[in-house]
């Protein structure tokens, strides 16, 4: 199994910046990639960000692209969302979320909220 707990969501005003971060544990030598997704009400869950676990390779959505960075650690033990120039339709809870090599369902963690504010 693999866990998932992502933290460093909050209230942010339009233009501001957040970096959160998902700390990974279990059996991580099994993840294939990590990505972020988020959910705004009333709204389905959509991709922002994903990067391959043995390449470092990185994909985003457009609504990220140019704003928003994905990294992790190099000992595999974390990955990272630094959101710049947040604006408030990127309002959502952020979900982290593992894919792992032999698994037919994704892991995902609880998530956490990010307000920006006009």
């Known amino acids: 199994q693999v866990q998932l707990v992502e933290s460093g969501g909050g209230l942010v005003q339009d233009g501001g910046s957040l970096r959160l971060s998902c700390a990974v544990a279990?059996?991580?030598?099994?993840?294939?990639?990590m990505a972020w997704s988020r959910q705004a009400p009333g709204k389905e869950r959509e991709f922002v960000a994903g990067i391959s676990w043995s390449t470092d390779v990185t994909t985003y959505a457009d609504s990220a692209k140019g704003r928003f960075t994905i990294s992790r650690d190099s000992a595999g033990n974390a990955v990272y969302l630094q959101m710049n120039n947040l604006k408030p339709e990127d309002t959502a809870v952020y979900y982290c979320?593992?894919?792992?090599?032999?698994?037919?369902?994704?892991?995902w963690g609880q998530g956490t909220q990010v307000t920006v504010s006009s």
């Open positions: 979320k593992a894919t792992i090599m032999g698994r037919t369902t994704d892991y």
């Open positions: 279990g059996r991580t030598f099994r993840i294939l990639s």
